[in-house]
């Protein structure tokens, strides 16, 4: 979805699948790019640079991914002064439909989606659970044991309309995902380096047009516990929790002039190993 074509942007892969995953903007550092999934910011406040790492994401649920770049991104804040991915999961369509679609590869790999969704003329609603597993690779020359990877995913969109000019949307992510990977340094045993990590993520909109005004009211929540083991079979534990409460307002003058304003607040707090705050100069630690 977010291949070569798109210019100015870069995407890169730390070994075999499930990996560190990330996006690069205008040649800038991955930390430097601002990823939101239906509104929700996604960078990790707990991870090293506080940046997204794509590698958990699946286009079965996809509808479609906008790109921001250039100066106009800053609006984002700091943190996207490269650029900025709005990605929006499926919504459900007029009826009901049910779909199934199961893939196998090789390395024992499947790949198994499942959504079903509809819509009236007052709701919507889409449920999608995706199941990944394969045996995996190793992406280290000097040997060739396997490093597994799973992830399970639900997403799930619901919108209700209380009036023609007042609706509801809700969405809502859970994924657990494990993974084993490489030791980066040579002749150190990587039989016990893994990552067993959850995460939730929740948004509630309250959308309200009249006349020429839009409000939009907006509340998001994300939790993500993430537990890596090391060679030694040491466990640390790195928890974030970030919730923001953003109103944005526009004003249609004509339909060729409109402005568009809003308030922004958002709140993090961060638990990490003591050892690992020592060495951050965060403040959230």
Same mark, same amino acid.
């Given at each position: ?7 100015? @942007? ?15 903007? +205008?040649? &800038?550092? =991955? ?6 999934? #239906?509104? *929700? =910011? ?8 506080? !940046? ?11 509808? +479609? ?52 969704? %509809? !819509?009236?003329? =007052? ?5 999608? @659970? ?5 045996? %995996?690779?190793?992406?280290? !020359?000097?040997? #060739?044991? =396997? ?15 209380? &009036? ?7 969405? &809502?992510? *859970? ?21 067993? #990590?959850? !995460? %939730?993520?929740?948004? @509630? ?17 994300? @939790?993500?516990?993430?537990? $890596? ?8 534990n790195f928890f ?9 307002g526009e004003y ?10 809003? &308030? ?8 990490? $190993? ?12």
């Amino acid at each position: 979805l977010l291949g070569s074509e798109v210019g100015g @942007l870069n995407m890169f892969q730390m070994g075999g699948t499930g990996t560190n995953t990330g996006i690069q903007i +205008r040649g &800038l550092p =991955k930390r430097y790019s601002t990823v939101y999934i #239906d509104g *929700i =910011k996604m960078n990790d406040p707990s991870s090293p640079d506080g !940046a997204f790492y794509a590698e958990g994401l699946f286009k079965d649920n996809i509808d +479609r991914i906008e790109i921001l770049r250039g100066n106009q991104s800053s609006l984002y804040g700091s943190n996207a002064i490269g650029g900025t991915v709005n990605i929006f999961t499926k919504k459900g369509t007029s009826g009901k439909h049910s779909n199934i679609d199961v893939k196998t590869n090789s390395n024992n790999t499947k790949d198994i989606f499942y959504s079903f969704d %509809g !819509a009236d003329d =007052k709701k919507n609603y889409f449920i999608g @659970l995706n199941y990944y597993t394969t045996d %995996g690779i190793s992406a280290m !020359a000097d040997n #060739d044991e =396997k490093d597994a990877y799973k992830n399970k995913t639900l997403t799930v969109n619901y919108g209700y309309k209380f &009036l023609d000019n007042l609706k509801i949307e809700n969405s &809502l992510t *859970i994924k657990e995902t494990y993974l084993e990977f490489d030791e980066v340094t040579r002749g150190r045993s990587d039989l016990l380096n893994k990552s067993e #990590d959850a !995460a %939730g993520y929740y948004s @509630l909109r309250l959308i309200n047009n009249k006349n020429n005004f839009k409000n939009s009211f907006i509340y998001n929540k994300s @939790l993500i516990d993430r537990t $890596p083991t090391t060679y030694e079979g040491k466990q640390t534990n790195f928890f974030a929790n970030r919730d923001m409460f953003n109103y944005l307002g526009e004003y249609n003058f004509n339909l060729d002039n409109k402005i568009v304003y809003g &308030l922004d607040n958002e709140f993090i707090a961060i638990n990490m $190993p003591n050892d690992y705050c020592k060495a951050k100069t965060s403040a959230s630690c």
